[in-house]
């Protein structure tokens, strides 16, 4: 079950009251191998002790690698990519729709070989995740201290069960967490040298230059990301936003609302969803947004340039933090950026 953008998650209502600065993360000081060889340095480390400091930062410490990981469904994702599908017993988050198929935000995920504990914002079963016995609990940090999907009012509990881990996605460009979690994958017997990784890397690198190239090119489009609700029209941040500031990094000139403090969005009544004039528009497309063919009705979405010349594209708005889920985010903003012409 999905929700409105005005209570999903990436509206950070409830997180947003941490406030401070990110977390600085520290440096990763044992690699893992795999469980069942103990002929390499590697499969030593992964059965001898583990230590990992995530970005609270916190120092975790196990007599061995952890086997049984139960993690955000995105965050999840990131792990398959980087080798550990094996080791992922249960998630939390949008994992399936209402026909059986997986979420975006699923990525590579097996969803046939987890146990959802929880299927949307709010939702996690203490019980169905005590039960999975977790050797580690694995979740974003969009601010300092707030574990992502996990429910304030049984955070107590849950966190009771097993260790836990925060990666730092807020404040920070795109490819600082795709590095962290990489580091994490690697402690926890992923190898980070595969061909598979190998290749996934290079994949991100190469679409980040093609993006930065495209902007370049592009004759300086006015870029906007924003989501759409019943009642508000959301205008996403790079101040904030991992994606986008990693974009604008890049080059690519992005409307920059007015928000206030640490606020990742501004909000905007639909009376006064036309402040921002952009050539493009990237609109959240996850389940529970409102999508184009929604807003129709709406007389200030259609009098907006963009979506005048049909320069309207879909935005994965939460990432999946690994250089195989990132690089088609990029390879779409550039293949948008590309095909679009200045409106405004």
């Not at 939390?92 to 046939?112: N, P, R, V």
């Amino acid at each position: 079950m999905s929700m409105s953008f005005s209570s999903l998650p990436l509206s950070r209502r409830g997180l947003l009251a941490a406030g401070g600065a990110v977390a600085a993360g520290a440096v990763l000081s044992a690699c893992g191998g795999k469980d069942d060889d103990t002929s390499t340095p590697a499969a030593s480390a992964a059965a001898g002790p583990w230590t990992f400091t995530d970005d609270q930062p916190k120092e975790l410490k196990a007599d061995k690698s952890p086997s049984k990981i139960v993690a955000f469904t995105g965050t999840a994702a990131a792990l398959v990519d980087l080798g550990l599908q094996d080791k992922i017993v249960g998630v939390f988050g949008e994992t399936k729709k209402a026909d059986g198929t997986a979420e975006a935000q699923a990525g590579s995920l097996d969803i046939s070989k987890v146990e959802i504990v929880g299927n949307a914002w709010g939702e996690f079963s203490v019980e169905k995740y005590a039960a999975l016995t977790p050797d580690l609990l694995v979740t974003h940090q969009f601010d300092p201290g707030a574990y992502w999907y996990v429910p304030d009012e049984s955070k107590d509990k849950i966190l009771a069960v097993a260790p836990s881990a925060l990666i730092t996605v807020g404040r920070v460009p795109l490819n600082k967490p795709i590095e962290r979690y990489a580091e994490l994958a690697k402690s926890l017997g992923a190898d980070l040298n595969s061909a598979t990784n190998v290749a996934a890397k290079a994949r991100f690198e190469k679409a980040a230059t093609d993006l930065s190239a495209a902007a370049k090119a592009s004759g300086g489009l006015k870029v906007l990301f924003g989501s759409g609700a019943a009642d508000i029209f959301y205008v996403s941040s790079a101040a904030v936003s991992t994606d986008l500031m990693y974009f604008k990094e890049l080059g690519v000139d992005l409307i920059m609302p007015e928000v206030k403090g640490a606020d990742y969005y501004e909000s905007l009544s639909w009376e006064n969803a036309d402040k921002y004039q952009a050539d493009v528009i990237f609109l959240d497309a996850r389940t529970g947004t409102l999508q184009p063919k929604d807003l129709t009705s709406k007389p200030s979405w259609n009098a907006l340039p963009a979506v005048k010349a049909n320069q309207i594209f879909p935005w994965q708005a939460v990432p999946i933090f690994s250089w195989n889920g990132a690089a088609p985010l990029l390879e779409a903003i550039t293949a948008a950026i590309t095909k679009s012409k200045k409106v405004v």
